[in-house]
């Protein structure tokens, strides 16, 4: 079975991921995210896929969805990735707890029509 991968593929892949992270993030504070290196690590890997499905979605789709920020969400890649090591876990944890229930709302409350 071939999987079509269009604008409404990659919109499910970003809301799984997105209400991963605010599912596992619910009750952990800044100290439990820098001390539990799995969480922090699954949560870095999260948002890393979150950006890499929201640089696919068509030029298109993402104006028609203008309000949502693309851009910050595909940044968010490049900044874990190149510079691993000097992420502000501070901003890391206030985007996990602030965010993205925030975008998961966004994402649950729209029609996302692709």
Do not use: C
Not at 56 to 84: C, F, Q, T
């Amino acid at each position: 079975m071939d999987n079509v991968k269009d604008d409404a593929y990659y919109v499910q892949k970003v809301k799984k991921d997105v209400l991963f992270i605010v599912t596992h993030m619910r009750g952990v504070d800044a100290e439990e995210l820098d001390t539990n290196e799995v969480l922090l690590d699954s949560m870095l890997f999260r948002m890393i896929q979150i950006s890499e499905n929201a640089k696919k979605l068509s030029d298109e789709y993402k104006m028609a969805h203008g309000y949502i920020p693309w851009n910050a969400l595909a940044g968010l890649r490049n900044r874990i990735v190149h510079d691993y090591g000097n992420v502000d876990l501070n901003i890391v944890y206030e985007t996990l707890k602030n965010d993205m229930p925030e975008l998961l709302e966004i994402l649950e409350d729209e029609q996302m029509d692709a």
